[in-house]
């Protein structure tokens, strides 16, 4: 018989699971239509149409503590564009690799614009 406690812990799993691949059909939906209809040219338009999903306004619907926030970047060592470029290209732990999607300078210029925006508290 399944504890209520394990019981929990399957039904946070799935929430988790079932959440994440409604972002990620999300996202492919909104790349694709990026690419058939207006291809996202500027760092925001590129923030908007693959990182906004989860990241709107620097914050995090999956997990609050890691948001785009200055507080939060520099607690976990996200505070330049290198570290903030390769995390968004290879992708870690639930947050997937964008390198297949999004071309060197987009990671880039959309790593420089999550700086510029956790500078300002995303206003």
Known sequence: MISLKNLKKILTAFLLILTLAFVEIATNSQ?????????????????SANCAGCHINGGNIIRRGKNLKQKALKKYGM???????????????IMPAYKDRLSEQQIIDVSAYVLSQAETDWK
């Open 31 to 47: 790349i694709a239509l990026a690419d058939t209809a207006t291809n996202p040219t500027t760092a925001a338009e590129v923030f």
């Open 79 to 93: 505070d330049s564009i290198a570290n903030i470029s390769n995390l968004v290209t290879n992708g870690k732990g």
